[in-house]
T-cell receptor, first 113, second 114 residues
Framework: EAQVTQNPRYLITVTGKKLTVTCSQN?????MSWYRQDPGLGLRQIYY???????DKGDVPEGYKVSRKEKRNFPLILESPSPNQTSLYFC????????????FGPGTRLTVT | QQQVKQSPQSLIVQKGGISIINCAYE??????FPWYQQFPGKGPALLIA?????SEKKEGRFTISFNKSAKQFSLHIMDSQPGDSATYFC?????????????FGDGTTLTVKP
């Protein structure tokens, strides 16, 4: 089954404790992205990757890091989480960049206290 | 600077009615305009998409109308059903050097009353 998986699905952590949210896709897609979803603000792109070792900032990259060492994986790293990073996070992948359908993962709900 | 503005924020429609959600964009370099549907607890899923070389695209009860000169596009849901109750997002993206970037509207929560 073609899918994007994220782990963990739920995470509660404390300010400053480094964490990683994993994302994996099995569709051999070139493009992958991370978004955060907040009430009334829609989906905002954090980072995206066009291929292995190629990443770039989206609209809200501050406080986040990403890496793309393998085509299928695109982890999101929060080196020092803060309460304002409490949000619902989605990973997505697409075959032909953003001018093609994006497949979204199920989401990771992160709470930073 | 918000590049895609979506309205209304919420919409209540009776079963069988027409739901209309509007989006306006600013960047004329955008060349792909999808609509995503999101149910509670799920990730968004593509519903329908259009490119600026056509003015309308229809898939079943869902239609996108696109007005290039006004830089606006809208989603029409005909014969709305309770199962259509969800959050809808419009989005815009482009090819070329910014092919990885994507901008979403703020979302519209649609409730279809039986």
């Amino acid at each position: 089954e073609a899918q994007v998986t994220q782990n963990p699905r739920y995470l509660i952590t404390v300010t400053g404790k480094k964490l990683t949210v994993t994302c994996s896709q099995n569709m051999n897609h070139e493009y992958m992205s991370w978004y955060r979803q907040d009430p009334g603000l829609g989906l905002r792109q954090i980072y995206y990757s066009m291929n292995v070792e190629v990443t770039d900032k989206g609209d809200v990259p501050e406080g986040y890091k990403v890496s793309r060492k393998e085509k299928r994986n695109f982890p999101l790293i929060l080196e020092s989480p803060s309460p304002n990073q409490t949000s619902l996070y989605f990973c997505a992948s697409s075959e032909g960049g953003q001018s093609s359908e994006q497949y979204f993962g199920p989401g990771t709900r992160l709470t930073v206290t | 600077q918000q590049q895609v503005k979506q309205s209304p924020q919420s919409l209540i429609v009776q079963k069988g009615g027409i739901s209309i959600i509007n989006c306006a964009y600013e960047n004329t370099a955008f060349d792909y305009f999808p609509w995503y549907q999101q149910f509670p607890g799920k990730g968004p899923a593509l519903l329908i998409a259009i490119r600026p070389d056509v003015s309308e695209k229809k898939e079943g009860r869902f239609t996108i109308s696109f007005n290039k000169s006004a830089k606006q596009f809208s989603l029409h849901i005909m014969d709305s059903q309770p199962g259509d109750s969800a959050t809808y997002f419009c989005a815009a993206s482009m090819r070329g050097t910014n092919a990885g970037k994507s901008t979403f509207g703020d979302g519209t929560t649609l409730t279809v009353k039986p």
